[in-house]
């Protein structure tokens, strides 16, 4: 069975402080593909990354990193230097390779305060 | 203007009546979802629709209905089974790109059940 766990209901910080945001999944397939997406107060979700299970580099947008280890089944998210603006709930996500159906974690709600 | 539209964005409704939610998309995507949203539980899957006149059931899927006469249209009716209905929908569409693909989301329609 999939599953996404984001053990962190709510995060407060202060600006400019680093924030890292959990997600541990499960799978037994070996070709998936994860995701993080960010839902703002308006309600949409916008998408971020998406990482395949066999490309485990780390990668940096800007002020956002992305941490995958296969080892401990975990696809960490590191917002650096937050501001006010990236106060949202963030969803990790799951798909599974040839199914079009998506697995998401619980969500984050950061709270990032001026 | 392109994208995924959801209409009503707030609905009111009393016990006992079916509602649906409108999800238009002009990206000419074939796959369509509709997702559930409740506080603290992240987004559970009503329906999909890889096709048009085709569609399956989700996690949660009793008590909802959809149909999939137009490429451009995935309907959702919440219908009085359904035993606790106020919650925010959200539809999404894959760009058909198979398993590989990330989700685009409408905005979301937010139902409350008086």
């Known amino acids: 069975a999939q599953k996404v766990t984001q053990a962190q209901t709510e995060i407060s910080v202060v600006e400019k402080e680093d924030v890292t945001l959990d997600c541990v999944y499960e799978?037994?397939?070996?070709?998936?593909?994860l995701f993080w997406y960010k839902q703002p107060p308006s309600g949409e979700l916008v998408f971020l990354i998406r990482?395949?299970?066999?490309?485990?580099q780390n990668e940096i947008s800007g002020r956002y990193s992305w941490n995958f280890q296969k080892s401990t089944s975990s696809f960490n998210f590191t917002i650096t230097a937050s501001q006010v603006v990236d106060s949202a709930v963030y969803f990790c996500?799951?798909?599974?390779?040839?199914?079009?159906?998506?697995?998401f974690g619980s969500g984050t709600k950061l709270n990032v305060k001026p | 203007d392109g994208g995924i539209t959801q209409s009503p964005k707030y609905l009111f409704r009393k016990e006992g009546q079916n509602v649906t939610l409108s999800c238009e998309q002009n990206?000419?995507?074939?796959?369509m979802y509709w997702y559930r949203q409740d506080p603290g539980q992240g987004l559970r899957l009503i329906y999909y629709?890889?096709?048009?006149?085709?569609?399956q059931k989700g996690d949660i899927a009793e008590g909802y209905s959809v149909s999939r006469e137009k490429k451009e249209s995935f309907p959702l009716t919440v219908t009085s089974a359904q035993k606790n209905p106020t919650a925010f929908y959200l539809c999404?569409?894959?760009?058909?790109?198979?398993?590989?693909?990330?989700?685009?989301f409408g905005e979301g329609s937010r139902l409350t059940v008086l």
């Open positions: 629709s890889q096709i048009v006149n085709d569609f």
């Open positions: 999404a569409v894959n760009p058909g790109q198979g398993w590989t693909g990330e989700l685009f």
């Open positions: 990482r395949n299970s066999f490309d485990e």
């Open positions: 996500a799951l798909i599974r390779a040839n199914f079009n159906k998506f697995y």
């Open positions: 799978t037994r397939d070996t070709t998936y593909y």
């Open positions: 990206l000419n995507h074939d796959a």
